[in-house]
């Protein structure tokens, strides 16, 4: 089974208080979810392998370690997902950004394919998928598949806040993916929100509401 990893960082902690405040405004919210990707980046990338290599300081041969040069991949799900992009890439900018554009069905929850455009090496890299908000599962199960489609098998979930149900889902559909995360919430309310959770991410992070 994927493990879940709760990012409990005093400044994760502290960001997500504001971000979550319906008193913060377009910008502010912008500027938070970019730092909480670069956060839980850190953590997600925890297990990158590294190389044996040797640098020469000004005092000396330091003998240290490199990237392996593991090829990576960031795939935010339209929209919110984007807003996470950059802080990601702020840590990995080496990584290629493959985009896959879902909404949700506001009657149903069900997950609608609009857009999907990966690296054409896909089935190189290691994968990052990147959401603010794991509800039902149904969006990020769904890119899921369409990224095991492609013939990538390195998959790993980045979300800010998740509720139970979300995480469930996913790790009965996908046990070998792994979901970081900054707060696992309490429940999800009768249209599928996250309760306290934050709203929509999407309208926040793009004004459009
Ligand atoms: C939100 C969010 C996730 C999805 C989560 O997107 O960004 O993609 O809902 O819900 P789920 O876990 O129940 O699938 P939304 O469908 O509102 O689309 P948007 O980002 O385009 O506004
Ligand atoms: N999508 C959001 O943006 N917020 C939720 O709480 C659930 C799904």
């Known amino acids: 089974m994927g493990k879940v990893v709760v990012i409990d960082h005093p400044l994760v902690q502290h ?5 979550r405040d ?13 730092e909480l990707a670069t956060l839980l980046a850190y953590e997600a ?11 020469q300081t000004p005092v000396g041969l330091a003998k240290t370690k490199t990237l392996a040069g593991k090829k990576l991949g960031i795939v935010p799900i339209l929209r919110a997902g984007l807003g996470m992009v950059d802080g990601m890439m702020n840590l990995i900018p080496a990584a290629k950004v493959g985009h896959i554009g879902l909404y949700r069905d ?6 609608v394919d609009y857009y999907c455009k990966l690296p054409p090496d896909v089935q190189e890299r290691e994968i990052i998928i990147v959401d603010p908000m794991l509800a039902t599962g149904g969006s990020a199960v769904e890119a899921i598949n369409i990224i095991k489609k492609a013939g990538c098998t390195n998959i790993k979930l980045v979300n800010l806040i998740a509720a139970p149900e979300g995480i469930e889902a996913v790790q009965a559909a996908h046990p070998d993916v792994d979901i970081f995360v900054a707060a696992v919430d309490e429940y999800l309310n009768d249209h599928g929100y996250i309760v306290p959770g934050l709203g929509d991410a999407g309208d926040r992070l793009f004004g459009t509401k």
Do not use: A, M, N, W
Request: without cysteine; positive net charge; glycine residues 2%.
């Open 45 to 55: 990338t925890r297990d990158l392998p590294l190389t044996d290599t040797t640098v």
């Open 22 to 34: 319906e008193k913060t405004g377009t910008k502010q919210f912008r500027e938070l979810v970019e």
């Open 15 to 19: 960001k997500l208080t504001h971000l």
């Open 106 to 111: 506001p009657q149903t929850l069900k997950p």
